[in-house]
Nanobody, 115 residues
Framework: QVQLVESGGGLVQPGGSLRLSCAAS????????MGWYRQAPGKQREHVASTTDGGTTNYADSVKGRFTISRDNAKNTAYLQMNSLKPEDTAVYYC?????????WGQGTQVTVSS
């Protein structure tokens, strides 16, 4: 089992920045990749960014150049640095961890971009 707890969401003005954190606990050694998804009201959950143990990163086209995913293995924590935020980035952001047998999800953190 892997437990994930997100933090760092909030209200920010357009053009602003936020950094989300995802603290992982439990069977950390089984995790092969971590990532972030988001879900806006009335829309399906979508992939935002992910990173593998080998260091490969992948981003949605809509966030390339603005968002950066990183991991601190010593702290068992993943981060999503979000810059140049837009109103369309408003959503609940979910951290996810992938093992060979299962995908785990955090409870989500709300990000609202509004003036």
């Amino acid at each position: 089992q892997v437990q994930l707890v997100e933090s760092g969401g909030g209200l920010v003005q357009p053009g602003g920045s936020l950094r989300l954190s995802c603290a992982a606990s439990g069977n950390i050694l089984s995790v092969v990749a971590m990532g972030w998804y988001r879900q806006a009201p009335g829309k399906q959950r979508e992939h935002v960014a992910s990173t593998t143990d080998g260091g490969t990163t992948n981003y949605a086209d809509s966030v390339k150049g603005r968002f950066t995913i990183s991991r601190d293995n010593a702290k068992n924590t993943a981060y999503l640095q979000m810059n140049s935020l837009k109103p369309e980035d408003t959503a609940v952001y979910y951290c996810t961890a992938l093992t060979l047998g299962r995908q785990y999800w955090g409870q989500g953190t709300q990000v609202t971009v509004s003036s």
